[in-house]
């Protein structure tokens, strides 16, 4: 089997490349310059029109969307545990995908640009503002669910990939985070796992190639 992950550094590729070092598959890592705007080429266009990472190929078949890439990556490595065995569980998990993917991150966008969602001329901050509000609503959110918790379940799991890419994400601006505790805790944790080590070490080595390519 031949998997190859479209990845690029800070975005929420991130997830899938933890969840596969921690399933312990051998892929492949396709970097993307966004800054270069390789995703709008036309060669990554053909293979993924929607233009965004991550991109998951295997065996020359393509699978877009984090929520999906994590499930088929449970159902391909079941060792890993990268899901609850509980149906009703692993549906929760689901469920915790899906909303970091179109509940967090929406705002994480916005903040970064704000001209996304309204061009006006003026209105940057104001789109920040409101991106803030719901931004901390929804950390809130996840820090009364990870109080006296480790994890999102009672082992590590694919949501907790995608949250930390999250959390990570909002550290990255001037934002002060010190009232979501247990999210800080879970961040520092994650930080801890070899995979994520991994991660953070390879993005570190992208960043710098591109760097040098600039």
Not at 57 to 64: E, Q
Not at 103 to 129: A, F, M, Q, W
Not at 190 to 213: D, G, I, W
Request: aromatic share 12%; charged share 20%.
């Amino acid at each position: 089997m031949n998997i190859a992950l479209y990845y690029a550094p800070i975005a929420c590729s991130l997830a899938p490349y933890i969840t596969l070092t921690e399933a312990g598959a051998d892929f492949e890592v396709r970097t993307i310059n966004l800054r270069k705007g390789q995703h709008k080429s036309p060669e990554y266009l053909k293979i993924n029109p929607k233009h965004k990472v991550p991109l998951l190929v295997v065996d020359g078949k393509t699978l877009s969307e984090n929520v999906a890439i994590q499930q088929w990556i449970d159902m391909t490595f079941p060792n890993a545990n990268l899901f609850p065995k509980d149906p009703w569980q692993r549906l929760q998990a689901v469920s915790l995908l899906a909303w970091c993917s179109s509940g967090i991150h929406p705002y994480l966008t916005r903040l970064n640009s704000p001209i996304i969602v309204c061009d006006v001329p003026g209105t940057e901050d104001s789109v920040r503002k409101h991106a803030l509000e719901h931004l901390f609503e929804n950390f809130q959110i996840a820090d009364d669910m990870l109080a006296g918790r480790e994890y999102f379940f009672d082992h590590f799991t694919a949501p907790d990939a995608h949250f930390f890419w999250c959390f990570r994400r909002a550290t990255l601006f001037d934002l002060d985070l010190s009232r979501f505790k247990n999210c800080m805790a879970h961040f520092e944790r994650m930080k801890t796992r070899p995979s994520v080590q991994k991660l953070l070490a390879f993005e570190k080595s992208v960043q710098a190639e591109f760097a040098k390519a600039a």
